[in-house]
């Protein structure tokens, strides 16, 4: 894999309030990139998605760190991983089914993972029970404008 261009490392509580500050740094990350207003928003999106996932499933509710890790490549290759230290998933690609949840008791409608893989290029979950999840989410910028 080629090295990174630019590179950015956060950590912050699993709080709700820090979903809309994850979206806002990946925002300010990719800048400079010049992202389409689409793109843009697919990657809020998907951060979004995924942070909330560490939040709600993760840590079920309970207090705990996400990390939030993005890379910049020269072909416009953004790469972002989200990772809490909660729970885990015992079943990835059960996870993965639209519809699927562990959220029984709220109003949840199990479209995190399906979200995240319409609005990225890749999506990859790894995962082991009592040890926590990571999601990457990787998406090329300016790909449909000859760049």
Same mark, same amino acid.
């Given at each position: 894999?080629?090295?990174?261009?630019?590179?950015?490392?956060?950590?912050?509580?699993?709080?709700?309030?820090? $979903?809309?500050? /994850?979206?806002?740094?990946?925002?300010? =990350?990719?800048?400079?990139? *010049?992202?389409?207003?689409?793109? #843009?928003?697919?990657?809020?999106?998907?951060?979004?998605?995924?942070?909330?996932?560490?939040?709600?499933?993760?840590?079920?509710?309970?207090?705990?760190?996400?990390?939030?890790?993005?890379?910049?490549?020269?072909?416009?290759?953004?790469?972002?991983?989200?990772?809490?230290?909660?729970?885990?998933? $015992?079943?990835? /690609?059960?996870?993965?089914?639209?519809? =699927?949840?562990?959220?029984? *008791?709220?109003?949840?409608?199990? #479209?995190?993972?399906?979200?995240?893989?319409?609005?990225?290029?890749?999506?990859?979950?790894?995962?082991?029970?009592?040890?926590?999840?990571?999601?990457?989410?990787?998406?090329?910028?300016?790909?449909?404008?000859?760049?």
């Amino acid at each position: 894999m080629k090295q990174a261009v630019n590179e950015m490392k956060l950590r912050f509580p699993s709080k709700s309030c820090n $979903e809309a500050f /994850a979206r806002g740094a990946v925002s300010a =990350f990719i800048m400079h990139l *010049d992202p389409t207003v689409n793109e #843009l928003s697919d990657l809020k999106t998907a951060v979004s998605e995924a942070v909330t996932n560490c939040i709600v499933h993760g840590y079920r509710r309970q207090s705990g760190m996400i990390f939030l890790d993005g890379k910049i490549f020269d072909d416009g290759r953004v790469l972002l991983k989200i990772r809490d230290k909660g729970c885990g998933i $015992e079943d990835v /690609a059960q996870a993965m089914q639209p519809l =699927f949840t562990t959220a029984a *008791d709220e109003e949840r409608a199990g #479209l995190g993972f399906a979200v995240m893989q319409s609005f990225c290029d890749k999506v990859r979950v790894k995962s082991a029970p009592g040890k926590g999840t990571t999601v990457t989410l990787e998406k090329r910028l300016g790909a449909d404008d000859g760049a």
